[in-house]
């Protein structure tokens, strides 16, 4: 089967960094994104990992390792705005995402 | 703005019923996914078409179907609704391991 697993919450304060892990167990593996999501919108894209290693955008960074099936999405000088839902997902063949449950992100003052 | 359109963005029906979502991708993208999101769950991918061929199958209930038109449009049917089909339904659309673009849903609750 394929299953992907993330903290189901985490909260933080505002400025600072947190760390959003994710495992996963899936055949058909092309690459591992990171997509957040507030209150029941439309998700949006952040990150996509191919390879291993690191990619940067802005205060966003996500990692991947396919050696150990894990990646990671880091959120730096966090603001209240980046409080949300924040999903991890394999991408299968043909362009299809297989999400994991969803980590809720909670930023305090 | 993501330009993948869906309409409607709400839509509230009883037991038993059908109702037909739809959805228009993305100027130029070929792919639409459909997606299913249960309350405080993940995102569960149904069904994917590619210029008007179905491509690949997920967790997709026999009552459901869908078709692409030759426009690209997408309409995604639910059919003798259960009150446990009550969900967020999303559109997707984009290439293959790349970003996805996503509507803005059609929230459906079945009383």
């Known amino acids: 089967g394929q299953s992907l697993e993330q903290p189901s919450e985490v909260t933080a304060v505002e400025g600072a960094i947190v760390q959003i892990n994710c495992t996963y167990q899936t055949s058909g593996f092309y690459g591992l994104s990171w997509y957040q999501q507030h209150d029941g919108g439309a998700p949006t894209f952040l990150s996509y990992?191919?390879?291993?290693g690191l990619e940067e955008t802005g205060r966003f960074s996500s990692f991947l390792s396919r050696s150990d099936s894990y990646g990671y999405l880091l959120l730096q000088e966090l603001q209240m705005k980046d409080s949300a839902s924040y999903f991890c997902a394999v991408n299968n063949q043909g362009g299809k995402l297989i999400f994991g449950q969803g980590t809720e992100l909670s930023v305090k003052p | 703005d993501s330009g993948v359109t869906q309409t409607p963005k709400h839509l509230i029906t009883a037991t038993g019923q059908r109702v037909t979502l739809r959805c228009s991708p993305r100027?130029?993208?070929?792919?639409v996914y459909w997606y299913q999101q249960s309350l405080d769950q993940g995102l569960q991918f149904l069904i994917q078409y590619y210029n008007g061929e179905e491509r690949a199958k997920g967790n997709i209930l026999e009552r459901f179907s869908a078709q692409q038109f030759p426009d690209l449009h997408s309409e995604l049917n639910l059919s003798s609704l259960e009150l446990g089909d009550s969900a967020l339904y999303f559109c997707a659309s984009g290439g293959p391991n790349t970003e996805a673009f996503f509507g803005q849903g059609t929230r459906l609750t079945v009383v």
């Open positions: 990992n191919a390879l291993d």
């Open positions: 100027s130029g993208d070929l792919s």
